[in-house]
Antibody
Framework: EVQLVETGGSLVQPGKSLKLTCATS????????MHWVRQSPEKQLEWVAQ??????????YYAESVKGRFTISRDDSKSSVYLQMNSLKEEDTAIYYC???????WGQGTLVTVSS | DNVLPQSPTTMAASPGEKVTITCHAS?????MNWHQQKSGTSPKLWIY???KLASGVPDRFSGSGSGTSYSLTINTMETEDAATYYC?????????FGAGTKLELK
């Protein structure tokens, strides 16, 4: 059974940093292209970032809205993917989900609230 | 460019009624995914590669489309189909989502 467990979400002030973790099991993580997707309080889904597998040189891609502020990374030995979020803005407030491509499985998400 | 247009935004259907939701891609030559989300739960992949049903999805659902116009159809609405449906451009960045269609039971 595929499991995805996102952690690390919290209330944080604008301008601060936060790191999210997604621990996975039940599939061959090392071969998977992993994504972070977020859902705003208005329920809009937004793709955030992707990291490809080692065979693709761990290539990374970002939505324009987070480019330069967020960094996606992975640890294949721990079957985990991470999202380092810097210079957070109020509009980054959302539930953050990790999902392996092609988006067939979703975790329960972790809530990030950016507010002063 | 951040959100794919979907229509309608909301709709209500009676059991047995046919339902069609449309989505417009920002470019042609793509595949479309559809995700179903019920209140308080995570999204679920429902249709992938434009027309393939995800595991466990009833065959009253179908997906179609080409170019920049795509659709999700429910042949006969059932109570359990009430949910929000999101389209999503697949297979290359950015994996843009639609604005969502909230389907309610009439």
């Amino acid at each position: 059974e595929v499991q995805l467990v996102e952690t690390g979400g919290s209330l944080v002030q604008p301008g601060k940093s936060l790191k999210l973790t997604c621990a996975t099991s039940g599939f061959t993580f090392s071969n998977a292209w992993m994504h972070w997707v977020r859902q705003s309080p208005e329920k809009q889904l937004e793709w955030v970032a992707q990291i490809k597998a080692k065979s693709n040189n761990y290539a990374t891609y970002y939505a324009e809205s987070v480019k330069g502020r967020f960094t996606i990374s992975r640890d294949d030995s721990k079957s985990s993917v991470y999202l380092q979020m810097n210079s957070l803005k109020e509009e980054d407030t959302a539930i953050y989900y990790c999902t392996p491509g092609p988006f067939a499985y979703w975790g329960q998400g972790t809530l990030v609230t950016v507010s002063s | 460019d951040n959100v794919l247009p979907q229509s309608p935004t909301t709709m209500a259907a009676s059991p047995g009624e046919k339902v069609t939701i449309t989505c417009h891609a920002s470019s042609s030559g793509i595949y479309m995914n559809w995700h179903q989300q019920k209140s308080g739960t995570s999204p679920k992949l429902w249709i992938y590669d434009t027309s393939k049903l995800a595991s466990g999805v009833p065959d009253r659902f179908s997906g179609s489309g080409s170019g920049t116009s795509y659709s999700l159809t429910i042949n006969t609405m059932e109570t359990e189909d009430a949910a929000t449906y999101y389209c999503q451009q697949c297979c290359s960045t950015p994996y843009t989502f639609g604005a969502g269609t909230k389907l309610e039971l009439k």
